[in-house]
């Protein structure tokens, strides 16, 4: 377990899509179907990933509160980033762009999160601006999610 996070440009509505699996069959021999709901985009674009990078993760939980985003229902304050897509315009593509070139990531902690890595993905995080900046431009809509 830890902190796994990952950037994507996203374009398009979001649509649900069921799928049905067969589990088996009953005593009665009749089938046994369940359906998964899915949300999916029609065009997703993966950027970036990260593992355990909490600094980066510090500064996008800063912007989330900045936002005013709302948590999730089963989490605590700290916590209920967790899982949710953090969406990122250009000028926070761009602030972002500062903290990472001017070395002001937060210091970030967490039980699953590791230890500051920002030097380490410094080149990855300014590929991910770069490109997020390109897919901008193209009328994507960049997004951060991250899961622990």
Known sequence: MGLDAWGVA????LKKVVTSECLGT???GNKVVEDYIELEWPEMINL???????????????KWKQKGCPKREDESDEDGFNGID?????DDI?????AING??????GGFFFGDDSSALYKEQDLAFIK????????G?????????
Do not use: F
Not at 10 to 13: C, S, T, Y
Not at 94 to 98: C, G, K, S, V, Y
Not at 133 to 138: A, G, P, V
């Open 10 to 13: 996203r374009k398009g509505e």
């Open 26 to 28: 009953d005593e009665d």
């Open 48 to 62: 970036c990933d990260w593992r355990k990078h909490p600094n980066l993760q510090g500064w996008m939980r800063s």
């Open 86 to 90: 953090l969406v990122l315009d250009k």
């Open 94 to 98: 761009l602030e972002l762009q500062e």
């Open 103 to 108: 070395g002001e990531l937060p210091a970030t």
């Open 131 to 138: 490109d997020a900046l390109e897919y901008i431009e193209q």
């Open 140 to 148: 994507y809509t960049i997004a951060y999610g991250s899961s622990w």
